[in-house]
């Protein structure tokens, strides 16, 4: 895997989250005014459960649900018709440090919420832009001098955060400096209305044993699951140091008796996907992970893990899947951990109703039996792997530039079931454009097992991050999407892959996906808040 963070590169959502993976990146400029264009310890005293529904217009999380699907399903009225007529509606005032996570949406309180890798967090009024409060400061970030590798400066919050609606609770987890050289993991837990830190906050995040702070980084998205807060780790940008994979569970009844996770390989073995974990509707977690170190015997590194919470935190060691080149993808540093598992909803006409969708840097995207992973695959790397696998950005295999996106999900009707994945690499025949959207039919192969083809392919994009789906069902739905080393913010046609709209938004950090709520899509760009919606 590969640290995280702010760097466009070329190649569709080329490496890690933030934290994980890339090259360094050079900062981006100032972004423009945008120009839309159409064509064709302690005990806490608040014990969330984050399992309730949202009220209207709220954003929890990562693209909005934990399955991480990134289908605004109450935002059906969003459609094409609608982001034709789109324009800016407001900018916010400007940040301190650099944007890295997706904003959150408080619809009880019609606030932005944003954090920044100053360690501040801010709430602005969903209608203006106006700030409502902050900053809070929750603690000094780490420099990068104090780092082993990396390619952020200075580290504070990447990651994005989680709201619980049910107690306006806004949860997230800083990096802060202590004293000369020392540095720290912070749960934070705010009044989302207000910005005050709830009693008994902040707490230290448990070291557990193994786990060294300066190779750690956390930029993979927050999960809140029937009360325990859950969060993964990675390495820097640089893969230096002795970093595993890791997932804590800090129950938040009690926060400092906290469950952890290791990725059990020799090194490595990163959970740092933007996305951070996929949770299903049985309540388990699904993880994909970067690259391991062994290139013999499976050590979890570059597959998707099954990780139990009930009734303590754990891998299930019979259900996992591995591709049958992983200890090639292994040696080439092409995670398929660059981008997160998607939990679809169950599908109908099909052997495998339950289906998991993963694609990462190899450019391979893999369809698999959330029944049963299949552990070690047997195809040839790119056909043959889990239920189904084809190559979607080319060349495939041992590469690192397919994809850094996590995929989107959306029912189309009569048209059938989508899949929108986001890369770089050469679209698949007969599209012919560099990096952009693929629109995935989800459909049966001969065997009654599922699989998919490729129905459309958008314009040429650089380096996109995750799409996000807007819309009804089966009627005239859009896909959004931002080009983060392009600059520009895309609303696709959910049907034909057709541009209906875009905006110049200047460059944004990595991974960045956008987020929406009542009718207006908000995007972080490095310094500011923009907003858009049609007048």
Known sequence: ??????????????????????????????????????????????????????PPASVLTYRGDFARTGWYQNESALTADVA???????????????????????????LVLVATTANDIYAFHSATGALAWGPVNVGQPVPRSLL?????????????????????????????????????????????ATGAMRPGYPVALQAPSG??????????????????LYVPFGGYWGDCGPYHGWLIGVP????????????????EGAIWSAAGVATAPDGTLYATTGNGSSSGPVDFGNAVLHIQTQPSLGFNRQDFFAPSNFAALNDQDADIGSASPVILPPQTGTTTPNLIFAMGKPGVAYLLNRDSLGGLSHGNGITGEGLFSACLFGPCGQQRAGSFATAAYWQGGSAGNFLFAAGG???????????????????????????????????????????????????????????????????????????IWSADIGQTERFIAPAIAGGRVFVGVPDRVLAFAAP
């Open 1 to 54: 895997m590969k640290s995280s963070h702010t760097a466009l590169l070329a190649a569709v959502v080329l490496c890690l989250a933030l934290a994980a993976c890339g090259r360094p990146a050079a900062k981006p400029a100032q972004p423009p005014v945008p120009t839309p264009s159409r064509s064709s310890t302690p005990t806490a005293s608040v014990t969330p459960t984050a399992t309730s529904a949202p």
């Open 84 to 110: 034709a007529r789109f324009a800016p509606l407001w900018q916010s005032p400007t940040v301190n440090g650099r944007i890295y996570a997706q904003p959150l949406v408080d619809g009880a309180h019609a």
């Open 148 to 192: 082993a590798c990396g390619d952020v400066d200075p580290v504070g919050i990447l990651s994005t955060p989680v709201l619980d609606p049910t107690t306006s609770t806004l949860y997230a987890v800083a990096q802060v400096r202590q004293g000369a050289a020392g540095m720290a993991y912070e749960i934070l837990a705010l009044d989302s």
């Open 211 to 228: 786990f060294n702070v300066r190779y750690q980084q956390q930029r993979a998205a927050l999960t809140l699951l029937n009360g325990t």
């Open 252 to 267: 938040l009844s009690h926060p400092t008796a906290q469950q952890s996770f290791m990725v059990p390989t020799a090194r």
């Open 425 to 499: 690499g050469h679209q698949p025949a007969p599209c012919q454009a560099q990096g952009g959207v693929l629109g995935l039919r989800l459909g049966t192969q001969s065997n009654g097992a599922s699989d998919f083809s490729v129905g459309w392919c958008s314009v040429g994009m650089t380096d996109p991050g995750s799409p996000a789906v807007t819309g009804p069902t089966g009627g005239n739905a859009v896909v959004w999407v931002i080009d983060t080393r392009g600059g520009r913010l895309y609303a696709l046609s959910a049907a034909t892959g057709k541009t």
